[in-house]
């Protein structure tokens, strides 16, 4: 196999006495788009900040390149962040400025071009998302699928070698949704990036995942191919996939429904 791109090892994250995340290790490589997977509160979020940067786990290591970034400073993180992009689940746009303005910002920040080159480095990335034309518009005028897409032109902006994405198509109808996944595919292909996407939607990874890491109770339960993961015999896999609920709420649920209509 190629060297990775991202290593995270023995990866342990506490708050207090609870474990968020209890000793991760997972290989991502140069090319693949990997998704991570798993139900809400499973320390999905959690995880894709520490390889971000964002917060510092309470143990083990992750390594960019081959590169520790738990062990650097804010000043060599800066330097390594700038080869990364990151969309938001929200798209976190600045309201204050115009969409061509917050697709600018990562070009007037981290490099020296020329305002006319980055003016037309953001009409360019803004038409590769389908949002040619929307430089003047305020973030409050687009539509939530608009948005992510605007996020997204923002987060490709300085051509990065990984791309980061959280919860790309939550909170949108499953027209738009579809159509940010091809895009993000579509995106991948063109600048022949890592992708890392943290996701509970199962319609997604259909389209966009080249492999599964899937985390439950902060442990990679299971990691491959999505197919494989389908044929898997764990229970807990399994009823992530058959969108089974839990027993335990189905039998409060019963407890609920036994006392409607009672008076007490």
Same mark, same amino acid.
Request: net charge neutral; proline share 4%; aromatic share 4%.
């Given at each position: 196999?190629?060297?990775?791109?991202?290593?995270?090892?023995?990866?342990?994250?506490? $708050?207090?006495?609870r474990?968020?995340?209890?000793?991760? *290790?997972?290989?991502? $490589? /140069?090319?693949?788009?990997?998704?991570?997977?798993?139900?809400? @509160?499973?320390? /999905?979020?959690?995880?894709?900040?520490?390889?971000?940067g964002? *917060?510092?786990?309470?143990? @083990?290591?992750?390594?960019?390149?081959?590169?520790?970034?738990?062990?650097?400073?804010?000043?060599?993180?800066?330097?390594?962040?700038?080869?990364?992009?990151?969309?938001?689940?929200? +798209? +976190?746009?600045?309201?204050?400025?115009?969409?061509?303005?917050?697709?600018?910002?990562?070009?007037?920040?981290?490099? /020296?071009l020329?305002?006319?080159?980055?003016?037309?480095?953001?009409?360019?990335?803004? #038409?590769?998302?389908?949002?040619?034309?929307? #430089?003047?518009?305020?973030? *409050?005028?687009?539509?939530? @699928?608009?948005?992510?897409? +605007?996020g997204?032109?923002?987060?490709? +902006?300085?051509?990065? #070698?990984?791309?980061?994405?959280? =919860?790309?198509?939550?909170?949108?109808?499953?027209?738009?949704?579809?159509?940010?996944?091809?895009?993000?595919?579509?995106?991948?292909?063109?600048?022949?990036?890592?992708?890392?996407?943290?996701?509970?939607?199962?319609?997604?990874? =259909?389209?966009?995942?080249d492999?599964?890491?899937?985390?439950? =109770? @902060?442990?990679?339960?299971?990691?491959?191919?999505?197919?494989d993961?389908?044929? *898997?015999?764990?229970?807990?896999?399994?009823?992530?996939?058959?969108?089974?609920?839990?027993q335990?709420?189905?039998?409060?649920? /019963?407890?609920?429904?036994?006392?409607?209509?009672?008076?007490?």
């Open positions: 196999m190629p060297q990775p791109i991202i290593q995270i090892k023995n990866l342990v994250t506490s $708050y207090g006495s474990r968020i995340l209890d000793g991760i *290790s997972l290989n991502i $490589y /140069k090319g693949e788009t990997m998704v991570i997977l798993g139900r809400s @509160g499973c320390g /999905k979020s959690t995880l894709l900040r520490h390889i971000i964002l *917060s510092k786990p309470t143990e @083990g290591q992750i390594l960019i390149n081959g590169r520790d970034i738990t062990l650097m400073s804010e000043n060599e993180l800066v330097e390594i962040l700038k080869k990364i992009g990151m969309l938001f689940q929200s +798209a +976190a746009l600045f309201n204050s400025m115009t969409v061509g303005d917050n697709v600018a910002l990562p070009l007037r920040e981290h490099t /020296k020329e305002e006319s080159t980055i003016k037309i480095m953001t009409r360019m990335k803004l #038409e590769q998302v389908g949002l040619s034309g929307f #430089e003047n518009f305020m973030p *409050s005028q687009l539509s939530g @699928g608009m948005k992510k897409r +605007a997204l032109a923002r987060s490709i +902006a300085m051509d990065p #070698e990984i791309l980061f994405c959280d =919860e790309p198509s939550a909170g949108l109808d499953p027209i738009v949704a579809v159509g940010i996944d091809h895009l993000l595919m579509r995106l991948k292909k063109a600048f022949n990036m890592t992708m890392v996407v943290v996701t509970h939607e199962l319609a997604s990874v =259909e389209i966009i995942a492999r599964i890491g899937m985390l439950h =109770e @902060g442990h990679i339960i299971a990691c491959g191919h999505p197919d993961l389908k044929r *898997s015999d764990d229970p807990r896999i399994c009823q992530f996939f058959s969108r089974e609920p839990d335990e709420k189905i039998d409060k649920d /019963k407890v609920l429904d036994s006392l409607v209509g009672r008076s007490f």
